[in-house]
């Protein structure tokens, strides 16, 4: 799937004052004061082009703290006049987007319950016709590529150029100790459709906690990032929302501080000669791994066919299980993950099982069952 955005390059709407581009700011404006000092600190750094705080909170139960409204706007506001930094915040419904917009904010990004809902990213989209307003799409809640694709779709269509992605994880029924479980492969998919949409990783939703951060944040940036979406506080341990998560504005200076910076290429010679006969090496490899899964996926159809003629199920559990032991230990004695080995595998043989099916259904009019292999995590 080609994903044909028309784009304006991020350097064209935000003035990135150091790599990586860093938007920061509170999970929620709490008083006038807790937000101009953060801002303050903030600027001094050096390290951040924009200023985020949420006014609007959208909470998953009631009663708890909702954002405290159009008042913020004002706030931020000054937050800009004082600091000149360009402020963000997010928007679920259209009405947000009109009062956001008359109160001059810089850049609108939307929530991960909204992209979820295509009548609201469509009711957002409608408002922002006629505005050359940049605007961020958070990924939706589950992982569902079609749905932040789509939202990006609407908001593009809508006439918005100045357009980027935020990847700030998903939600899983799984214990984990993310928040939001990263599942990169999700972004990195996005990319591969739309390479010059930006992506701006928000380590603080993904945590759900600081210590995490500086992991997550690296990797982002290690994977071509355009940029980090952090929360910060003046006194995080006070914060109304997601106290968990925030840094203070020192501990933000500290961490852009320690970063890695990598170029997506280099311009060296040496390293593009090696890198390209390494590269060889691997195609030889890939070639050789897919001729040999043909070679096996033709057996596995055998199989199917005696099985069918002579009445034996698909599955067979211990024949499965013995090759999952013997695979596997092969497999970490030349010092293979364990977790890649067993999800390499299983993906295998839900293939063989996919196959096998549509052999014993050959015949039946539920021929056209094709169920699809589960998408694989890294
Ligand atoms: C191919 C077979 O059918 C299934 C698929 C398997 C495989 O892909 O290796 C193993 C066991 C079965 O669940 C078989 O029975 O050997």
Same mark, same amino acid.
């Given at each position: 799937?080609?994903?044909?955005?028309?784009?304006?390059?991020?350097?064209?709407?935000?003035?990135?004052?150091?790599?990586?581009?860093?938007?920061?700011?509170?999970?929620?404006?709490?008083?006038?004061?807790?937000?101009?000092?953060?801002?303050?600190?903030?600027?001094?750094?050096?390290?951040?082009?924009?200023?985020?705080?949420?006014?609007?909170?959208?909470?998953?139960?009631?009663?708890?703290?909702?954002?405290?409204?159009?008042?913020?706007l004002e706030w931020l506001k000054r937050a800009k006049e004082e600091t000149g930094l360009?402020?963000?915040?997010?928007?679920?419904?259209?009405?947000?987007?009109?009062?956001?917009?008359?109160?001059?904010?810089?850049? @609108? =990004?939307? %929530? +991960?319950?909204?992209?979820? $809902?295509?009548?609201?990213?469509?009711? !957002?989209?409608?408002?922002? *016709? &006629?505005?050359?307003?940049?605007?961020?799409?958070?990924?939706?809640?589950?992982?569902?590529?079609? @749905? =932040?694709? %789509? +939202?990006?779709?609407?908001? $593009?269509?809508?006439?918005?150029?100045? !357009?980027?992605?935020?990847? *700030? &994880?998903?939600?899983?029924?799984?214990?984990?100790?993310?928040?939001?479980?990263?599942?990169?492969? @999700?972004?990195?998919?996005?990319?591969?459709?739309?390479?010059?949409?930006?992506?701006?990783?928000?380590?603080?939703?993904?945590? &759900?906690?600081?210590?995490?951060?500086?992991?997550?944040?690296?990797?982002?940036?290690?994977?071509?990032?355009?940029?980090?979406?952090?929360?910060?506080?003046?006194?995080?341990?006070?914060?109304?929302?997601?106290?968990?998560?925030?840094?203070?504005?020192?501990?933000?200076?500290?961490?852009?501080?320690?970063?890695?910076?990598?170029?997506?290429?280099?311009?060296?010679?040496?390293?593009?000669?090696?890198?390209?006969?390494?590269?060889?090496?691997?195609?030889?490899?890939?070639?050789?791994?897919?001729?040999?899964?043909?070679?096996?996926?033709?057996?596995?159809?055998?199989?199917?066919?005696?099985?069918?003629?002579?009445?034996?199920?698909?599955?067979?559990?211990?024949?499965?299980?013995?090759?999952?032991?013997?695979?596997?230990?092969?497999?970490?004695?030349?010092?293979?993950?364990?977790?890649?080995?067993?999800?390499?595998?299983?993906?295998?043989?839900?293939?063989?099982?996919?196959?096998?099916?549509?052999?014993?259904?050959?015949?039946?009019?539920?021929?056209?069952?094709?169920?699809?292999?589960?998408?694989?995590?890294?």
């Open positions: 799937m080609k994903l044909n955005l028309d784009i304006q390059p991020l350097s064209s709407w935000v003035n990135v004052t150091n790599e990586p581009l860093i938007i920061s700011g509170p999970c929620s404006a709490e008083t006038e004061e807790q937000l101009l000092s953060t801002a303050h600190l903030l600027k001094a750094t050096g390290k951040v082009s924009v200023l985020r705080a949420g006014i609007w909170k959208p909470r998953t139960r009631p009663g708890e703290f909702e954002g405290i409204g159009s008042i913020g360009p402020t963000a915040v997010e928007v679920a419904t259209a009405k947000h987007v009109e009062e956001a917009l008359a109160a001059g904010v810089d850049i @609108l =990004w939307v %929530g +991960a319950r909204t992209t979820a $809902n295509p009548f609201s990213v469509q009711e !957002i989209a409608d408002a922002l *016709r &006629g505005h050359d307003v940049p605007v961020l799409v958070k990924n939706p809640v589950n992982p569902d590529l079609s @749905l =932040w694709i %789509g +939202a990006l779709e609407r908001i $593009n269509n809508a006439g918005i150029k100045k !357009i980027g992605a935020i990847h *700030r &994880g998903f939600s899983s029924f799984e214990k984990s100790s993310f928040r939001n479980e990263p599942m990169w492969e @999700l972004a990195i998919q996005l990319k591969t459709h739309c390479p010059e949409l930006p992506i701006i990783n928000d380590p603080s939703h993904i945590c &759900g906690n600081r210590e995490l951060i500086p992991y997550i944040a690296q990797k982002a940036l290690d994977l071509d990032m355009q940029g980090l979406m952090i929360e910060s506080h003046i006194d995080p341990s006070v914060a109304w929302t997601d106290a968990k998560q925030q840094v203070t504005p020192a501990a933000l200076a500290e961490l852009v501080e320690r970063f890695s910076i990598r170029q997506p290429e280099s311009k060296n010679e040496a390293f593009a000669d090696k890198l390209a006969d390494l590269r060889k090496q691997i195609d030889k490899i890939d070639d050789l791994v897919i001729q040999k899964l043909g070679e096996r996926m033709a057996i596995v159809e055998k199989i199917g066919e005696f099985k069918r003629d002579n009445n034996v199920t698909i599955l067979q559990v211990h024949r499965w299980d013995e090759i999952m032991k013997r695979r596997g230990a092969f497999a970490s004695a030349l010092k293979l993950d364990p977790n890649f080995t067993e999800k390499f595998l299983e993906l295998i043989h839900s293939e063989s099982i996919r196959k096998q099916t549509l052999i014993m259904n050959k015949d039946k009019t539920a021929a056209t069952i094709v169920e699809v292999a589960p998408p694989v995590q890294i």
